[in-house]
C-alpha cells in the first residue's frame, strides 16, 4: 500500500524489488520434492520415540519394568528422569479475580542440545535384517509395501522393517541430539503428552540407557501386539527393535498370542555389538 510519507528512495527501492522478483524462475517442482524429502526426513527421526510414545498409550497392555539379567533396577519416568531430573511440574495456585496472570519461570535455562552426529551411521539400511538374523536366525521376507520396507536417509537414520519367519519386525539406526539421559526424557515427554503409561529408562554401567516397551491395538483392529527396545548411545545413535505378533504392523491377523522375541532378547539385541 502506498504511504505518502514514501521516499523516492523508497520507491526505487520497491520498484527493484518488485523488478527482481518477476525475473525469477524458480524450480518449482524441485523444491517441492526437496521440502517433501526434508519433511519426510525429519519425520522419521521423530517416529522412533514417537512409536514408544504411542505403544504406551490407550491400548497398552504393560511397561516392562524388568530388563535382562544384569542391568540393575528400572528408573520408571512417572515423576524423576535419569540420574534424579524432575520431569513432572506442579501445578501452580490460580491468580484472583482481576489480577495478572503469574509468571513462573525457570530458574535456568533449558539445556542446549548439540547437532545430530556428521559422521555416517555405521549401518546401512539394507544390512539391518541380516545383521539382526545373526543374533535370531530365520527367513526372512518384505514387509507390507506401505511400512515403506528399507529406508536409507544417510546420516540421519537407517530404517528397515520386514517379517522374521513370517513375523513383521522394525529396525531403525539413527542418531540424535544430546545425551542419552536427555534423550530418554524426551521419549518421557512424549509418552506422557500421549497419554501412555511411564517409560523407564534403564542407565547402564557403559553409560547408555536403555528403554523397553509393550503394547496392543485395538481388538476391532486384530489386537495386534507389539513390544521392543531402544538403545541410547553416548555417541548420539539410537537403536531401535519393535517385534509384532501378526506379520502386518497394524491391522491384520495374528500369527501367534505373543511376538516372537521377549522384552529380554530384544535387550540384549539392542545391545549387542552386531550392530558396529
Known amino acids: 500500500m502506498y504511504d505518502d510519507t514514501n ?3 523508497d520507491d526505487r527501492v520497491s520498484a527493484l524489488f518488485h523488478r527482481s522478483a518477476a525475473e525469477l524462475d524458480p524450480d518449482v517442482a524441485g523444491l517441492v520434492q526437496g521440502g ?3 519433511g ?3 519425520r522419521r527421526r521423530r517416529a522412533v520415540g514417537a512409536t514408544v510414545a504411542a505403544v504406551t498409550a490407550v491400548g497398552a497392555v504393560a511397561m516392562a519394568t524388568s530388563f535382562a539379567a544384569g542391568l540393575g533396577p528400572a528408573v520408571t519416568g512417572s515423576g524423576t528422569g535419569v540420574a534424579g531430573a524432575p520431569t513432572a511440574t506442579a501445578a501452580t495456585p490460580s491468580s484472583p479475580a482481576g489480577a495478572p496472570p ?6 535456568t535455562k533449558p539445556d542446549r542440545l548439540p547437532p545430530i552426529p556428521k559422521a555416517a551411521i555405521p549401518v546401512k539400511a539394507a544390512d539391518l535384517p541380516r545383521k539382526f538374523t545373526r543374533l535370531h536366525p530365520g527367513k526372512v521376507t518384505p514387509a507390507e509395501a506401505s511400512s515403506g520396507r528399507i529406508t536409507d536417509d544417510g546420516a540421519a ?4 522393517h520386514f517379517r522374521w519367519n513370517g513375523f513383521a519386525t522394525t529396525i531403525a539406526f539413527v542418531a540424535y541430539a544430546g545425551t542419552p539421559e536427555q534423550r530418554c526424557r524426551v521419549v518421557q515427554q512424549q509418552a506422557r503428552q500421549a497419554g501412555g503409561l511411564p517409560v523407564s529408562c534403564q542407565k547402564r554401567p557403559d553409560g ?8 496392543q491395538g485395538p481388538a476391532a483392529d486384530g489386537g495386534v ?3 521392543g527396545a531402544t538403545l541410547f548411545t553416548k555417541n548420539g545413535y539410537e537403536i531401535f527393535i519393535q517385534s509384532y505378533n501378526s506379520g ?3 491391522e491384520g491377523r495374528t500369527l501367534a498370542a505373543e511376538p516372537p522375541f521377549s522384552l529380554a532378547q530384544l535387550t540384549r539385541a539392542v545391545t549387542s555389538d552386531v550392530w558396529f
Open 157 to 160: 537414520g537407517q530404517y528397515a
Open 208 to 215: 547408555t540407557i536403555v528403554i523397553t516397551f509393550r503394547g
Open 36 to 38: 517433501v524429502h526434508r
Open 102 to 107: 503469574t509468571v513462573t519461570r525457570p530458574a
Open 40 to 42: 519426510r526426513t525429519k
Open 225 to 227: 501386539t507389539s513390544q
Open 7 to 9: 521516499t523516492p528512495e
Open 248 to 250: 502386518v504392523m497394524k
